[in-house]
């Protein structure tokens, strides 16, 4: 199964954002991400052998983490992937927190997640652009915020449709 770990927005957010990839992709080209499918993603782990379920939720489970507010406020484009994508300028220190705490507790069982690059805070709004567009004048957007409370550990299975997604646990951080 394929697996990762995420900040999943309520729908009020997703909504704004799917607003956003209409947007760009009207001015950019390439294909908007599903509203439903927009996250942020924390851990990618990739296949993960049935058995090790229990074990990563398991993992999951003793992370500590606090509340924080998380404010999507710029654009950005990765040319090697052909991705528009939207984050923070000011990620929350809880944020980074959080990843690296995860990502520890992920360790300590042997179950590794994708580390290669460093963790940039991001939610995919588009994929596909056409390279020959770019980024090129991307404008500013207006800053959307959300309470994050929780995070999820999410199975992604390839569809025709796309990929989708769908919610394996739930893990609580505390009230800040």
Not at 107 to 132: N, W
Request: proline letters at 4%.
């Amino acid at each position: 199964m394929r697996l990762f770990f995420a900040l999943w927005p309520p729908e009020s957010v997703a909504q704004a954002l799917a607003g956003q990839a209409d947007a760009l992709v009207r001015h950019y080209g390439g294909k908007a991400t599903r509203k439903e499918t927009i996250h942020l993603t924390l851990a990618f782990l990739g296949e993960v052998d049935e058995t090790l379920l229990p074990a990563t939720i398991q993992a999951a489970q003793v992370v500590r983490g606090r509340s924080f507010a998380l404010t999507i406020d710029r654009l950005g484009y990765w040319r090697h992937n052909r991705l528009l994508w939207a984050g923070c300028s000011s990620p929350a220190e809880e944020l980074q927190i959080l990843v690296e705490n995860l990502r520890e507790q992920l360790r300590a069982v042997s179950i590794l997640c994708d580390e290669k690059q460093r963790f940039t805070p991001h939610l995919t709004l588009v994929r596909k652009v056409p390279d020959r567009r770019g980024a090129v004048g991307l404008a500013a957007i207006e800053p959307i915020t959300w309470l994050c409370t929780s995070f999820v550990l999410v199975c992604s299975r390839l569809a025709s449709a796309g990929s989708e997604y769908s919610a394996v646990a739930e893990f609580s951080l505390a009230d800040g």
